[in-house]
């Protein structure tokens, strides 16, 4: 079982920043996929960004560029560095682990 834990989330003006973390804990803890995603009010889970074994890391179009997702092995972190932030990306943030693990979310709000 592997819990994730997000956190960083809050109230951005647009074209600020924002970092959220993502902890990881667990009797077994791999860190070689994961990933973030993104829910808006009325709107499905969209996929915002991957990082697998190796480091490679992918991004949705609306965000490549702005967002950049990185990891901590020795602390059993992953990280989604948010910038340039818009009014479209306000929604709940989730981390994931394999897509199998998920955290409880954390809220992004994108707003003047």
């Known amino acids: 079982q592997v819990k994730l834990v997000e956190s960083g989330g809050g109230l951005v003006q647009p074209g600020g920043s924002l970092r959220l973390s993502c902890a990881a804990s667990g009797s077994i803890v791999n860190l070689n996929n994961m990933g973030w995603y993104r829910q808006a009010p009325g709107k499905q889970r969209e996929w915002v960004a991957s990082?697998?074994?190796?480091?490679?890391?992918n991004y949705a179009s609306s965000v490549k560029g702005r967002f950049t997702i990185s990891r901590d092995n020795a602390k059993n972190t992953v990280y989604l560095q948010m910038n340039s932030l818009k009014a479209e990306d306000t929604a709940v943030y989730y981390c994931?682990?394999?897509?199998?693990?998920w955290g409880q979310g954390t809220q992004v709000t994108v707003s003047s």
């Open positions: 990082i697998i074994s190796g480091g490679s890391t």
């Open positions: 994931t682990n394999s897509g199998v693990f």
